[in-house]
């Protein structure tokens, strides 16, 4: 028998589990970001709106800039829409319109008052003002 084969006879199965559990622990610290953190981060990115790339280039085209709060607003209209059951909402923020897909959180399309004024929405199943 050599030396390692003796040294692993007389490690208890307690210390080969605490070996264990250790450098997994390591090895997952060095690989991952931490539970709850990562979690976190990819809650917050599942909630979060996304623009489209349609949205994105009409907000571009018109340089309509969005501010944080108002993108918290339009993300608080899109939760009271899911509350409701809405799958297709008209978000009417400020001076601007959006339409939303909401179980996908994105953003289909935006557009401003003089585009939006006098016009008809379809395809829509509810409408939020926020």
């Known amino acids: 028998m050599n030396i390692r084969e003796s040294a692993l006879r007389s490690v208890s199965i307690t210390q080969a589990q605490d070996a264990y559990r250790n450098n997994r622990t390591r090895q997952s610290a060095e690989n991952t970001l931490p539970l709850e953190e990562s979690f976190g981060s990819v809650l917050n990115r ?16 018109r340089g309509i800039q969005m501010t944080d709060l108002q ?3 339009l993300n608080s209209a899109k939760s009271q829409a899911q509350e409701k ?6 978000i009417m923020l400020d001076n601007l319109a959006f339409i939303v897909n909401v179980p996908s959180n994105t953003v289909i399309t935006a557009m401003d008052r003089d585009e939006h004024e006098n016009k008809v929405f379809t395809n829509i199943d509810g409408a939020v003002i926020a």
Do not use: D, P, W
């Open 85 to 90: 059951g809405i799958r297709e909402s008209l």
């Open 46 to 61: 599942e909630q979060e709106l996304h623009f489209s790339g349609h949205a994105k280039s009409r907000l571009q085209s």
């Open 71 to 73: 993108m918290k607003r």
